[in-house]
């Protein structure tokens, strides 16, 4: 998908994106879920070297995918705690801001590697409907845990395999976004830390690199954009526009605002920073 900022020389205003994708570890939550679950620190160690491989490009994400959860083998009561560990971490404003775009007419959706039940739970809880998360599914082993009692989904089951994704790969964020607003009216916009969003932005009118959590080096070098600030304030108006940014509570525009002149998004694109620039400051 093309920029709508492509074929103008200037935009004179910032626009409005109907459709706002979120990444979930290390965008929404300041964790990576699959590196917590590790139960001891040499292999969260080795995981969290296989995480950073793969969210910075250095290695595809389909190869170290499977590797992480054969290392930690985590049980279905752990994964099932870790929606409320992505609560305890949830990035600044993250909650406040879904709400306020989603006031402003936007709507709202989570595209993650991270595993399904937790990251679904997460975005429900910051409001974002059901219907709009993706993220990987997994198998546990129906012979691990007490299987032989009637709920036999024991907690004590253990992690088997996931099930085939592409948001197990490193291209495969294209597609399920493609997927969820097909035909659908409006711009759309993504906001990620990792070399997986990245390589979804043609999928996307604008995607923007968040390294306010993880830095990672080929996102601020190749996104349009990105920001390092802690809050996710500066997303409203990036994501509503200059018309109905302004319709905000007062107070919140002052908010967003400041968080943006303390935090400046960086630009790699002149005619994007010319019109957010000329648009809110």
């Known amino acids: 998908m093309t920029s709508i900022f492509e074929s103008v020389s ?34 969260q160690e080795k995981v969290i070297r ?7 490009g250095v290695t595809p994400l389909d190869e170290v995918y499977g590797k992480r959860l054969e290392l930690i083998s985590p049980s279905k009561k752990a994964i099932g705690q870790l929606a409320q560990t992505y609560q305890d971490h949830m990035v600044d404003d993250a909650a406040l801001v879904i709400s306020a775009l989603q006031e402003l007419g936007c709507e709202i959706y989570i595209v993650s590697g991270g595993l399904l039940q937790p990251v679904k739970e997460f975005g429900v809880a910051l409001g974002v409907p059901a219907k709009n998360i993706r993220a990987v599914d997994i198998q546990y082993d129906q012979l691990d845990g007490q299987w032989w009692k009637p709920q036999s989904l024991s907690e004590n089951q253990s992690y088997l395999a996931y099930r085939h994704s592409a ?22 916009i993504l906001f990620g830390d990792g070399v997986s969003d990245l390589l979804a932005r043609n999928a996307v009118d604008l995607f923007v690199g968040y390294a306010g959590v993880v830095k990672r080096e080929r996102v601020c070098t190749e996104a349009p ?6 809050s996710l304030l500066p997303i409203l108006p990036l994501a509503s526009g200059s018309r109905r940014f302004f319709k905000c509570d007062l107070n919140l525009q002052n908010r967003c605002l400041e968080s943006v002149r303390q935090n400046p998004p960086t630009f790699n694109r002149k005619v994007l920073e010319k019109s957010f620039f000329g648009s809110f400051l």
């Open 167 to 188: 948001l197990a790969e490193s291209h495969g964020k294209a597609g399920v976004i493609n997927e969820l607003i097909k035909n659908k009216k409006g711009a759309s």
């Open 50 to 56: 296989l995480t950073d491989a793969a969210m910075s």
């Open 225 to 230: 954009l990105f920001f390092s600030g802690k």
């Open 10 to 43: 200037a935009a004179v205003e910032w626009p409005f994106y109907q459709h706002v994708i979120f990444d979930c570890d290390s965008t929404l939550s300041a964790i990576e879920g699959i590196d917590v679950l590790a139960q001891d620190s040499q292999t």
